[in-house]
């Protein structure tokens, strides 16, 4: 099992979130290593995504219908194209590291921190490919609902709340901290492949993608940090 957390190199608020997410696992008494995984920067963003043959297709502004998953895509508040394209890109570069391995990854922004101790093996012997463990709560549109959706259910491990009308992209409460299995990280990259690259956290809907799942107990919270991407 891997723990990677996407950290901007040089970056002082990455790094120090980074930092921040460490100590919170040492604290609730986590016994795994959390390692850094490099971010992709701005700098690179648009020649990663044409290094890897694929396309931005996410409207940056307004909204718009993408007719082959029936879903209308609205845009996301963001100042420099480049930070929004360099997060997906990250998460991109960590979807194929758990192919290669072929084992489950839990991914992490540098945003994340634990509140509970993290026992994940029930997790993954579970039928979900991707499971959201990270309190909604600040990190996500809805939130509240959110919350209290998942709240509401008995089940330890669940589907993805549907908190909104069909044709609006929806899974997990954003993307701070995630377990993935290779046959999720497959099931993004053939995604990514057939739409284009969009925010993760939009491409990674129940509408698209299969077996999204989200933990009862949420295991980590959103520090609060400034944006790295929205500004």
Excluded at 79 to 103: D, G, L, N, P, Q
Excluded at 177 to 199: D, F, H, M, R
Aim: aromatic share 12%; with cysteine.
């Amino acid at each position: 099992m891997k723990h990677y957390c996407i950290t901007i190199p040089g970056n002082r608020v990455s790094e120090d979130g980074y930092r921040a997410l460490v100590k919170s696992s040492r604290k609730v008494g986590n016994e795994f290593d959390i390692d850094k995984f490099e971010a992709t920067t701005a700098d690179y963003a648009n020649v990663s995504l044409s290094a890897e043959g694929i396309k931005w297709t996410y409207p940056w502004e307004g909204e718009t219908i993408d007719f082959a998953s029936g879903l209308t895509l609205k845009a996301y508040p963001t100042e420099y194209k480049e930070r929004r394209i360099a997060c997906f890109m990250s998460h991109w570069r960590a979807w194929h590291e758990v192919m290669k391995t072929e084992e489950p990854a839990i991914v992490f922004e540098h945003d994340a921190m634990f509140v509970h101790k993290l026992d994940y093996g029930f997790i993954l012997e579970s039928d979900y490919d991707i499971i959201g463990i990270n309190n909604p709560l600040m990190a996500t549109r809805r939130a509240q609902k959110y919350y209290d959706t998942v709240k509401d259910r008995p089940q330890e491990i669940q589907p993805v709340p549907r908190i909104d009308e069909f044709n609006v992209p929806q899974g997990l409460a954003g993307n701070s901290a995630y377990i993935i299995k290779p046959s999720g990280a497959k099931n993004l990259i053939e995604a990514t492949k057939q739409y284009g690259a969009w925010p993760n956290d939009a491409l990674m809907c129940y509408q698209i993608i299969p077996k999204l799942g989200v933990t009862r107990r949420f295991y980590t919270k959103v520090q609060g940090l400034p944006s790295t991407t929205t500004g």
